[in-house]
């Protein structure tokens, strides 16, 4: 079973959509330094992931949804 690196992902999209970590601390009300730290997490909890989903308009719950449906096949 594979896990989901979370932070890796979301450092991934936000490469992908060329945005910079100053943009993304600016739209989270962080510092630069807490971004990194979102970046190295296996797991985030609900709340951050859906403040993250909506600044990068990117569902990251389907992520795991797409997980669960595997785990039941």
């Known amino acids: 079973?594979?896990?989901?690196?979370?932070?890796?992902?979301?450092?991934?999209?936000?490469?992908?959509?060329?945005?910079?970590?100053?943009?993304?601390?600016r739209m989270l009300c962080c510092e630069?330094?807490?971004?990194?730290?979102i970046f190295k997490r296996e797991s985030i909890d609900c709340s951050m992931l859906y403040r993250i989903s909506i600044i990068l308009n990117?569902?990251?719950?389907?992520?795991?949804?797409?997980?669960i449906e595997e785990e039941f096949k």
């Open 1 to 25: 079973m594979k896990e989901i690196h979370i932070g890796r992902l979301i450092e991934e999209e936000l490469r992908r959509q060329e945005r910079s970590v100053s943009w993304f601390a």
């Open 32 to 37: 630069r330094t807490n971004v990194y730290n």
């Open 58 to 67: 990117r569902n990251f719950f389907d992520l795991y949804c797409v997980k």
